[in-house]
Structures are given as C-alpha cells and as structure tokens.
C-alpha cells in the first residue's frame, strides 16, 4: 500500500509520457496529430498561463498579446536573418517566449496596478492595443496581410498532399517538450517558498503582504513567466500553421479558450490546464468533424462548459481527487467505526484533508481534545 | 522601558473618530490589555501600528524608531506581529502552509528552495504542537473551526520571531478549555521575553494575565494601571454602562 502510493505517482507519469511518445506513431493519421499538435500548444500555453491566473488569481485575459507576440518574433526573426526552415525555426522558440517576456514586464506592471475586475478589464485593454500595432505597424509586421514563415520540412515532401503524417511529427515533439516544461515548472513553482507566496497573494493578497510576501515582485514575474510560454506556443503555432497574420495570432479567442481549458481541468492544479486542454481541443475538432452546420459546434460546446461547470464547478480534476479521497476514507475506516468520532479526529493519518471538511461536529471534537 | 508607543493619534472615517488623539505605551517584556466598549477604537489602534491604517495625525514609535504610516511588511519585518479580530489565515492552504508563508525568505536560494523538507517545517510543526493543532497539520486552512483558525493565526505569527505580539480578540468565541491553553502560552512566550498587547472583552481573561491595562472609550485612552485599580476606576464603569 504505502510502496504503490510512493511509486504510484512517478510510474503513472512515465506511462502517461509512454502514452503521449507513443500516441503519434500509432496513430498516425494526419487528422489526429494535427488535432494532437494543436491540443498540446495549447496545453503547455493553458499550462503556463495557470502559473501566473491560478496560482494567484489574477484572471488575465489578453495573453494573446504574447502568443501573438511569441508567433510575430518567430516570424520576423526568420525573414530578417534568412532562416532557411528544418528545425533551426524550432530552436529560435525560447528566444521568442523571451521576446513576448520582455513585453510583457511594462504591460503587466501597468496592469498588475490594479487588482480582480479592473485587472481584468486592463488584461484586455493592453491586448488590443498590441493587436492594433500588429495591424499597423507594417514595416514590422506587413500589416493585415502578414508574414510567411519558412517551409518547415523537407521529408514530408512538402506541406500539401505529401506524407503529412511524418510532417507533423516533430511539431507534435516540440508541443510535448512544451508542455513538459511547463508542467515541470509548475511543479518546481508549486514546491516553492514563491510559489507558496503567490498562493498567499490568491487567498488574501494584503494579509500575505503583511506577513513579508514580496507580492510586486511575485505577481510581475508569476505573469512573465506565463508570458513566456504564450509567447513559445504562439510561436510554434506560427511555424505550424505556415504563416502569422493579425487576426488569427492576436485572437482574443486564445483566452477564452486557454482560461476555458484551466477552469474545465482544475484551475490551480498543476495537471488541471493540461487535462483540459487535451479534452476541449479534441472535443470542440470532433464537434466541428460531426456537426458541419455553422455554428452548432460553438453551442454544443457552449452546452458541455455548461454541464461541466454545474456539475464539477472547481475543475476534473480537484473534483477527482475529492472523489478519489472519499472513496479511500470509505474504505479504509469502513461504515462500522464511521459513527465514532475519534477517527475523524486523527485526520492526518485517517483520510486526506479533502475528505474531512472540519466543520461543525467534527471541529467542536477538536476544541476539546486539543488543550490537554 | 516602553518598547510600543503610540502619541496622540487620530483617525477619522468619515465622520467617525475612530482615533482622537490617542496616547498609548507597552513596556518591554509585559502583557498589557487594551479594553474598552465596541467601537471605541481598539481594532483601528491596532491597524494604526501594524501599518494597515495610515494615522491622520500623530506618531508611532517602536524600539527607538519612528514608524509613523510604515508599510505592514515593514512593521512585520521590525518585530511587531498581530493576529485579526477576524481571522486572517489562508483558507485554500494546508495549515502547514500557512505557517510557511509568514517564515519569508529573501534571499534566491530561498525563494526558489521547496519548504517541505527544511528545519523551518521542523519549527511549524514544533509551533503547531505548541499551539495544539498540529493534528491538523493537512487540513485545509478553511477548514478549521473559529478557534483553531485563531490558534493558528497565533502559530503562524510566531514562527516570524516577533518581539512584540498584538493579538486582537484572542478568545473570542473559543470554548473556556482552549482559552486556559491559550492563556499558558501566552504566558510562557512572556516568561521568553515576548511583550503582548491584548484587545480582549473577556475580561476574566485580562484580568489573570496581564501585568497593565488600558482602557479606551471614543478613540482614546480613558484609563490605564494594575487590573485591580482600572476594574475600579469609576471612569472605566461609566465607559462600559453609559451609552
Ligand atoms: N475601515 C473603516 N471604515 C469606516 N469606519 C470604520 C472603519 N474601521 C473602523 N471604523 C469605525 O471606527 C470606530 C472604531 O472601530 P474599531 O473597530 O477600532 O473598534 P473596536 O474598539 O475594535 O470595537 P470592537 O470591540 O467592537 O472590535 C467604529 O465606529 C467603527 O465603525
Ligand atoms: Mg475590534
């Protein structure tokens, strides 16, 4: 029992990565590793998005700025210097995600000014700002009609009616090493004292200030650091796609659909955005696939946000893990002894803390017990 | 010696005087009490010091420093923690990592250093066992019941090291068991050198531990001595049965 829980989790894991390596090779078909390449930018981007939104609360929502920004760089630093394609694209992705983390320091600092609703509201205003120069600055961007990015792969014979399957592979790759990162740094952060303090700044901001958080410091760089990785999915996304044009790199959709995605998986959660990326973009391409009609997708998916809102309103995944921690405490202290107090006392050691909600009886329980 | 002191302080909200020209000080290494009726300006006093209000006028001094408006990170940092009349914890974190969080550490190594494994989570769970909840150590802050938040509350600011602790009705709704605990440790804190300033209506409470008392009434001082001599003063009765 104790050797599976310790165990459990990495073995898991490394399944899952199994999977993920695995997925596109037997499944082969171009159809599925597009759906696939487009599921995991996405999930590295909701990933890292959830870093800065859920672990400190702060809803942002113009994080298409730095996609936009992330697939722009890409876009430019390739036509500037003449990068021919291949991977060489693929290596310059950090460097973009860095570009898209320098914008966003003076963006977010105005933003982070204010704070919940208003924070909002500016998220969104500095968007369309950035969206505006990307239409107007046309020496830069080449206006509304935008910039080719390098043929990418030689081996599939090329992007139309070649062997797409093989094109899409090292796409598929550099969207799972994505998301690999941002997961690994989502755990990393989660592990630490800072990101212990941007989890004080969700709960009470001020009181976590008073107690000698650094919340300026923590918030600017919880916020670049999402940035950074809207900024590398934009990117690949831009080398995938083939090309960067306003109004498909600066789409204010992104963050409908990065937030969608965290909320749907368990925003907070480290394998909360992830989850829900994976579940939405395959859902909403099969919606598309099946239901043709115009825009009786967009209400089906409307629809399903809906059920899973009501029915699982903090995400799968914390919902799960609920679930899961009642199921063992059933389990383990069995309906004979339930009755008895005691053992929810003990609750360190009888049943996760998501299993007991100290309130009421099993709380009164405690005030006594407790000074001897 | 006077380690807190506040002179002539005022603060309006409003129309309200919650502080009018109020002169208060804690001598070093003593429990003293601050009583009064409601509203008569405790809790403002205590926002006052801790930097959570800005005075309108006067001063605050601390340890032979002036910390007049400080910032309640700086006031933190000096020495001076305070609990809330209201809880405030961290309801979505475990009670573990609630006592993390007040434990700051600046330097890189330590902000990007887990917490879990370190002596500091030896010295949470040392004060979660002092404070008696250390039962409770993954619960979820929100979790707890009123007077388990407070004593955590309590736990989380001492892990700091304050030299003086400011704790705003400590035994408010807790039952009268847990008080008596919470009373003998704060007295052992006290016999360590901790100087207390207590808001606390329980007077039985003020009564057995502290050393002075201070009375409030309209946002300022109205008496202050020995708990014996202020429960006569007939000042302090016409405070509390006036109105
Ligand atoms: N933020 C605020 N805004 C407006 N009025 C306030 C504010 N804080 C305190 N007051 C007012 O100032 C006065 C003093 O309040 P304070 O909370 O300091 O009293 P108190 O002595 O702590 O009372 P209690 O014993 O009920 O806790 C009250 O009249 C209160 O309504
Ligand atoms: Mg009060």
Redesign the interface.
């Known amino acids: 029992m104790i050797t599976a829980r310790k165990y459990g989790k990495p073995v898991g894991l490394l399944a899952l990565l199994g999977v993920a390596i695995a997925f596109p090779l037997v499944f082969s078909d171009p159809t599925y590793t597009t759906i696939a390449v487009f599921a995991l930018i996405f999930a590295s981007a909701a990933s890292g998005w959830n870093i800065f939104a859920g672990y400190t609360g702060y809803i942002a929502l113009g994080h298409a700025a730095y996609f936009g920004i992330g697939a722009y760089a890409l876009a430019i630093i390739c036509q500037r210097y003449n990068i021919p394609g291949g991977w060489e694209p693929i290596y310059l992705i950090p460097l973009c995600g860095l570009i898209a983390g320098v914008f966003a320091i003076p963006l977010g600092a105005i933003a982070l000014r204010t704070r919940r609703h208003t924070f909002i509201v500016v998220t969104i205003a500095t968007f369309f700002i950035v969206q505006l120069m990307a239409f107007n600055l046309r020496g830069l961007t080449n206006g509304s009609t935008g910039l080719d990015m390098p043929i990418p792969f030689q081996w599939g014979a090329g992007y139309q009616g070649g062997n797409q399957s093989i094109y899409n592979l090292p796409f598929y790759f550099t969207a799972l090493a994505l998301t690999i990162v941002a997961l690994a740094v989502s755990w990393f952060i989660r592990h630490s004292k800072y990101g212990l303090g941007l989890l004080a700044i969700r709960d009470d901001e001020d009181r976590a200030r008073g107690l000698g958080v650094r919340t300026g410091s923590s918030k600017l760089s919880a916020f670049v650091i999402s940035a950074i990785f809207a900024g590398m999915a934009g990117a690949l996304f831009a080398y995938f796609i083939g090309s960067v044009q306003p109004q498909f790199d600066f789409d204010p959709l992104f963050d409908l659909s990065i937030a969608l995605m965290t909320f749907l998986g368990g925003i907070g959660t480290r394998a909360g955005p992830i989850l829900g990326a994976l579940v939405l973009e395959f859902a909403q391409q099969w919606l598309t696939l099946y239901f043709t009609q115009d825009g009786l997708y967009l209400i089906l998916y409307g629809v399903l946000f809906l059920v899973v809102i009501l029915l699982l309103p903090r995400g799968v995944i914390p919902s799960l893990q609920e679930l899961w921690a009642k199921g063992r405490a059933r389990g383990r202290i069995g309906p004979l002894v339930l009755p008895v107090k005691t053992p929810v006392m003990s609750a360190g050691t009888t049943s996760p803390p998501t299993a007991t909600r100290m309130t009421g009886q099993a709380g009164e329980t405690a005030h006594e017990e407790v000074p001897r | 010696m006077t380690i807190l002191e506040v002179r002539n302080a005022s603060k309006a909200f409003g129309g309200i005087h919650a502080l009018n020209d109020c002169s208060i000080s804690v001598e070093a290494g003593k429990i003293t009490g601050l009583i009064g009726p409601n509203g008569s300006g405790k809790t403002t006093l205590f926002n006052v010091i ?3 209000e800005k005075v309108d006028a006067g001063e605050v001094h601390y340890d032979g420093r002036t910390i007049t408006n400080a ?3 700086k006031v ?2 000096m020495g001076i923690g305070r609990t809330f009349q209201l809880t ?7 009670v573990l ?1 609630n006592m ?3 434990a ?3 330097s890189l190594r ?7 494994r370190s002596n500091e989570r030896q010295r949470a769970l040392e004060l979660l066992e002092f404070v ?2 250390a ?6 802050a929100g ?3 009123y ?2 938040k407070k ?1 955590l509350e309590f736990a ?1 600011i001492l892990i ?1 090291e304050p030299k003086v602790i400011l704790l705003d009705e400590p035994a408010g709704g807790v ?1 009268p ?2 008080i ?2 919470l009373q003998s440790r704060i007295q052992e804190l006290n016999k360590q050198g901790i100087t207390f300033l207590i808001v606390e209506h329980n007077m039985e409470f003020i009564m057995q531990l502290c050393d002075t008392v201070t009375v409030m009434h309209r946002g300022t001082k109205i008496a202050e001595g020995t708990p014996a001599n202020v429960r006569q003063n007939p000042a302090v009765l016409e405070a509390y049965l006036g109105d």
């Not at chain 2, 039962?135 to 979820?140: H, I, S, T």
């Open positions: 801790t930097g959570y910032t309640p990170n933190f940092a405030r914890i961290f309801p979505r974190l475990s990592e993390h969080v007040s700051q550490r600046h330590g902000l990007l250093g887990g917490w879990s008696g909840i039962a409770l150590k993954d619960a979820q979790n707890l019941s007077g388990q004593l989380f700091a039952n068991t847990m008596n605990h």
